[in-house]
């Protein structure tokens, strides 16, 4: 298996535009979690799915923030508008049936958002 | 709230020693602890899962240790090597498959 895959790797865009950021989840894992990573607050869990639906979403900092799980193979994380403090690197990770009680994350390599 | 502390927050020593990272949990109810690696530019792998019951799990030159009562655990690298150079993340799963990171520990083996 490829891993977990994201998509893109850096995004540069300036404040007020509409940011997606794309996800793929290993194949057959039922529980995908969306985190920031900052220098400031370090990494932080902000949506997780299981079995495509939204568990908690409690990390979410604020209405710009969406995220969707339309199928078991694709989620979004859209930013809307976007504003400076939105730089970050964004993951994406993935686990198996059964949850993230006994099974590791795979983490994705990361999309890196620079918004100027 | 759960809050991960993880000490030293960065370190640097000699190729061939061995080295002990140190991370440390508020709420001692968890379901697990986790120790993952992040190199640079690059996403977390993951290098030992310690269920709440257990002490300890070993991988390779990797040992972690877990205290849940204390709100400790601890991860031992033997006879370092340049290629662990990374930064190491102690995380904590509380309910709700929530996973609590500290701020990591970067580690530099200089040859």
């Known amino acids: 298996d490829a891993g977990v895959i994201q998509s893109p790797r850096h995004e540069v865009t300036e404040m007020g535009q509409e940011v997606t950021l794309r996800c793929k989840p290993i194949?057959?894992?039922?529980?995908l979690f969306w985190y920031r990573q900052t220098m400031m607050r370090g990494l932080e869990l902000l949506i997780y799915?299981?079995?495509?639906?939204?568990?908690?979403d409690s990390g979410m900092p604020e209405d710009r923030f969406s995220a969707k799980m339309p199928n078991a193979s694709f989620s979004t994380l859209k930013i809307q508008p976007s504003e400076p403090r939105d730089s970050a690197v964004y993951f994406c990770?993935?686990?198996?049936?059964?949850?993230?009680?006994?099974?590791?994350?795979?983490f994705g390599p990361g999309t890196r958002l620079t918004v100027l | 709230k759960q809050e991960v502390t993880q000490i030293p927050a960065a370190l640097s020593v000699p190729e061939g020693e061995n080295l002990v990272l140190n991370c440390s949990f508020t709420?001692?109810?968890?379901?697990?602890l986790q120790w993952f690696r992040q190199d640079p530019g690059k996403g977390l792998t993951s290098l030992l899962l310690?269920?709440?019951?257990?002490r300890e799990q070993t991988s390779g030159r990797l040992n972690a240790s877990l205290d849940k009562s204390s709100g400790r655990s601890t991860l031992y690298i033997a006879a370092s090597q340049p290629g662990d150079s990374a930064t190491y993340l102690c995380?904590?799963?509380?309910?709700?498959?929530?996973?609590?990171f500290g701020e990591g520990t970067q580690l530099t083996v200089n040859p």
């Open positions: 990770a993935s686990s198996l049936p059964g949850g993230a009680l006994t099974d590791t994350q795979y």
């Open positions: 194949s057959g894992h039922d529980y």
């Open positions: 799915f299981n079995n495509n639906v939204p568990i908690d």
């Open positions: 709420d001692s109810a968890i379901y697990n």
């Open positions: 310690i269920q709440s019951s257990q």
């Open positions: 995380a904590v799963e509380t309910s709700g498959s929530r996973l609590t």
